[in-house]
């Protein structure tokens, strides 16, 4: 039963010939075994694959094909393959879960997790957690790079993570210490980006976001007024390729 164990598609074919033609009913069961195995191996064997190239979440799918076609009506197919994909399915939820609570150490830029983080993923062999890997050492610098900002300004620091309610459509931003990200679906159904960075007016009253945006159709650049606390509402302006500018008006969704 090599390919009923190993459940590979190239084995089970080997076997699926051997049996060819058997007259004993035990060979012509286990010929129909083997049959029905080999699709299960074929999703089993590509789930392996994407699992290698650091693909988790088709791994994850085709995991789950699998164990689809092994729970059919059919029979047996490979051995103890339900409890294998399980196993399987488990550790890929994991990385991802890992990956997750990697993504959030780099957003709050906690140094002391991120250097926890970097052990655990050292000499690491799959491109998933070595991208992971990757995000963190850049990451790292950049956190402790800011560190200083942080300490100076968090106390003052508006806080922008969320979605915004504007005048041109829905924005969600993602802030790391003073750096804003964010997206913004328009009212037409259209969608764009943008990014910038905070810095405190002269005055010391309130922050102002410089930023750059650009959407399929057009680019620019543009300036927040981000009021203390970031309460109520904030307003702005956008400028674009032509020298064009107009009104931005942020209203923190609910």
């Known amino acids: 039963k090599d390919g009923l164990t190993t459940c590979e598609p190239d084995k089970l074919d080997r076997q699926a010939k051997i049996l060819e033609g058997a007259q004993n009913i035990k060979l012509r069961a286990l010929r129909n075994r083997v049959k029905r195995a080999r699709t299960?191996?074929?999703?089993y064997t590509a789930a392996k694959q994407s699992f290698l190239a650091g693909d988790m979440a088709r791994s994850e799918s085709l995991f789950r094909q699998a164990l689809g076609h092994a729970r059919g009506k059919?029979?047996?197919?490979?051995?103890?393959?339900e409890g294998r994909i399980g196993r399987n399915i488990d550790r890929i939820n994991k990385l991802q879960d890992f990956e997750k609570a990697t993504t959030a150490a780099?957003?709050?830029c906690n140094l002391t997790h991120v250097s926890s983080l970097k052990k655990e993923l050292k000499g690491s062999t799959n491109p998933f957690l070595d991208k992971v890997y990757d995000r963190l050492i850049r990451t790292q610098k950049k956190c402790e790079d800011d560190a200083?900002?942080?300490?100076?300004?968090?106390?003052?620091?508006p806080r922008l993570t969320g979605k915004?309610?504007?005048n041109h459509g829905v924005a969600t931003l993602k802030q790391r210490v003073d750096h804003v990200e964010g997206t913004i679906l328009y009212n037409n159904g259209n969608s764009g980006e943008f990014s910038g960075s905070l810095?405190?007016?002269?005055s010391g009253k309130y922050y102002v976001l410089g930023y750059n945006?650009?959407?399929?159709?057009?680019f620019g650049t543009g300036t927040m007024n981000i009021?203390?606390?970031n309460q109520g509402t904030v307003k702005g302006y956008w400028v674009d390729q032509t020298g064009t500018r107009g009104k931005w008006v942020w209203t923190k969704a609910r």
């Open 213 to 218: 945006w650009k959407n399929d159709a057009d």
């Open 148 to 157: 200083p900002l942080a300490a100076g300004l968090a106390l003052k620091l």
């Open 199 to 202: 810095k405190p007016h002269v």
């Open 40 to 43: 299960v191996a074929v999703k």
């Open 74 to 81: 059919g029979g047996l197919t490979c051995e103890n393959i």
């Open 164 to 166: 915004w309610k504007t």
């Open 227 to 229: 009021p203390p606390g």
């Open 106 to 108: 780099l957003d709050t």
